[in-house]
């Protein structure tokens, strides 16, 4: 299985994890791409975006945030995290790409680029679209949903 989220045609989406209590945090696993089978045998792979780059903002003192770049690798992409003292951590997909067919590193990302840094992003002005909103959509299936296998909050409680 994998979870999967609808883009509407753009990145943007935000994922709450709140782990109940206090961790240090010393690594993040995210497996971007349904890797596997559904329930009827078939490959999963190519029908849905890949996760690319994800911001992580954890609910520590510091408000640490750290960018993961997947390199659309077909299986689990590791980021070791400097000891984070955290209970909560919100995720921002900041782009997916169609799954590569080639090689797992190759990024066919389309439609949009990259969703700005949450640090860089100016508020809106009032009444204006929100930026991480806009976009454009694309009419093969692929591009209506992103899919990640597994997500993985490595660490351990404070000592």
């Given amino acids: 299985n994998a979870f999967i989220c609808v883009r509407n045609g753009v990145d943007g989406q935000f994922i709450d994890v709140d782990l109940s209590k206090t961790y240090v945090i010393t690594a993040l696993s995210l497996t971007p791409g349904w890797i596997g089978q559904d329930a009827s045998g078939a490959a999963q792979w190519s029908q849905h975006r890949v996760v690319t780059i994800v911001q992580y903002l954890f609910n520590d003192s510091e408000r640490t945030m750290l960018t993961q770049d997947t390199k659309n690798v077909h299986g689990e992409a590791v980021m070791p995290v400097k000891r984070v003292l955290a209970s909560k951590?919100?995720?921002?997909?900041?782009?997916?790409?169609?799954?590569?067919?080639?090689?797992?590193?190759?990024?066919?990302?389309?439609?949009?680029?990259?969703?700005?840094?949450?640090?860089?992003?100016?508020?809106?002005?009032?009444?204006?679209?929100?930026?991480?909103?806009?976009?454009?959509?694309?009419?093969?299936?692929v591009d209506a949903t992103f899919a990640i296998s597994s997500l993985k909050i490595i660490g351990h409680e404070p000592l």
Wanted: no cysteine; hydrophobic share 35%; net charge negative.
């Fill in 89 to 141: 951590v919100r995720m921002l997909i900041r782009q997916t790409s169609r799954p590569p067919v080639d090689t797992p590193t190759n990024a066919n990302a389309a439609p949009g680029g990259v969703i700005p840094d949450l640090a860089t992003l100016p508020p809106p002005p009032i009444g204006a679209a929100d930026p991480l909103l806009g976009g454009q959509s694309n009419s093969d299936p």
